[in-house]
DNA sequence: GTAGTATATTGACAATTGTCGATGTTCAAC
DNA sequence: GTTGAACATCGACAATTGTCAATATACTAC
């Protein structure tokens, strides 16, 4: 529909790589890096996500939607709904197996996301 | 009315110190952890409240409410609940000068945030 | 005391979010 | 092709959140 912008192909991760541009501590945060920064904050601002990148940073492996069920006491819309945002975040992994999807971490998630904070971060 | 937990006294900072024992890849996070972090994410999870966070780090010296509407855009009571959520978030330091009130960012607020996001941080 | 000013709090409202049942989609196995 | 299973999406609903006008509170100056 709109061709306006070239960033709806992946989706993934554009939250976390154009957040992790203008750190909180930033000379100067405008409207917009203020709405990704948010946005980026949004992922993480609710219990059972917080669970979720728990789960999966003591996971060594990917771990499927259907393990995260019973830990969380969810049903399997509410882990999808969770696990789409903590993804469209940029902050896991989606690996389609078959009929399975497997989430993972995203390697350097934490580290950005920690740089983010960073008050060296805006002037090294 | 609840004598079970001894956290009610100040409130400020509670949620920071709170949550900065529980890393998010420590090796178990529970409910109420995940509760506490969460809350400290959301905190950030609004585009104002960053842009709030973004002008104290970069101020020199406390800023009171009045400085912030205009650059916000935002009425004197929406500042003062957005400022309340910081303080509350233990992020924000208040100070009362005569009628006005003085905020600045918590010395080691943002550093310990970066913390709960270390991996290291559980499992050192 | 009164008047004026800076913040906080309250009340109401629209917008967003988390949740789950029901329905789609997509894949493997037959 | 059909069936079964895993996951995503949709629709509806309750709960939470951000916003501001109106009001309350606390302080200074007179």
Known sequence: M??????????TQQRLSAACCYP?????VGRDQAVALADLF?????PNRVRIVNLLANADEPVCVCEFMEPLGLAQPTVSFHLAKLHRA??????QRGTWAYYSL????LARLAQVL???GGTP
């Open 2 to 11: 709109s061709p306006a912008s070239t960033v709806r192909s992946t989706d």
């Open 24 to 28: 909180l501590a930033a000379p100067e």
């Open 42 to 46: 949004k992922a993480l601002a609710d």
């Open 90 to 95: 940029g902050l896991l992994r989606r690996e």
């Open 106 to 109: 995203h390697p350097t998630a």
């Open 118 to 120: 960073d008050p060296e």
